[in-house]
């Protein structure tokens, strides 16, 4: 009886260790902070992740020559040449950032309308997660889906040779635009303690995004929530 009773705490405590490892964690290569002082060296290959179950991430290529999206294991990255924006799945590519997580199962929150500022973005992303049980004090991946009433958008060309580099720069270097009333799927990471790193220096938040029918990825500059979006969560 005592041995039965030793087995199952045993087991339980196997499980619940192995449920606590198997937790989302956001991992990141790169730094904004050392792409802003002109070093757009690569720091990781996308290959070292292409066999990661259920892969979400974003990013910049090298050389500042495009952006990164993978939703769900699957590549959509874009870059823009003679003026033209091209979009691949292929994995054959490196990154100066890339920030990433793996996520199999998520839980769906509606956004309510009104959201029309990272601000408050921020702050109702930060209360889902709270609700949830999510610790808000570490890195948070999320997804938004739905059709946004605007997103301003950038893919990155950087300029070889050129050293300053200005947030604005890197939004006017390669290709721009706005979408209205478009269906997208968005990646973003939330976090507060990671200003300069892996998301800008005034925000929580770093987004990429795609198109329903994958014609146009990239970053997303500026998003106003359409009705019916919904926000994804990792399911605790």
Wanted: glycine content about 6%; charged content about 25%.
């Amino acid at each position: 009886m005592r041995f039965n009773l030793l087995l199952i705490l045993i087991s339980i405590s196997v499980i619940s260790c192995r449920t606590k490892s198997e937790k989302p964690d956001v991992k990141f290569s790169g730094a904004l902070h050392t792409m802003m002082s002109g070093d757009i060296r690569a720091t990781a290959s996308l290959d070292s992740l292409s066999k990661k179950q259920h892969l979400y991430a974003l990013g910049a290529l090298e050389n500042l020559k495009g952006e990164i999206q993978i939703f769900d294991g699957k590549a959509l990255n874009s870059k823009v040449a003679s003026e033209e924006l091209i979009l691949d799945s292929k994995f054959d590519k490196k990154a100066v950032l890339i920030v990433y997580a793996e996520i199999g199962d998520w839980t769906s929150v509606d956004i309510p309308n009104g959201i029309d500022s990272s601000a408050k973005l921020e702050k109702f992303i930060e209360e889902q997660a709270i609700n949830n049980s999510i610790d808000t004090e570490k890195p948070l991946p999320f997804l938004i889906e739905g059709k946004a009433q605007s997103l301003s958008w950038h893919v990155i060309n950087w300029k070889d040779g050129d050293t300053i580099h200005t947030h604005k720069k890197h939004q006017e270097s390669g290709m721009n635009g706005i979408l209205a009333n478009e269906k997208v799927e968005i990646i973003g990471f939330f976090s507060k303690s990671h200003k300069a790193v892996f998301t800008h220096h005034s925000t929580f938040l770093h987004m990429h995004f795609k198109t329903k029918n994958e014609g146009l990825a990239g970053h997303v500059d500026e998003l106003k929530i359409g009705s019916n979006m919904i926000l994804k969560l990792p399911k605790q």
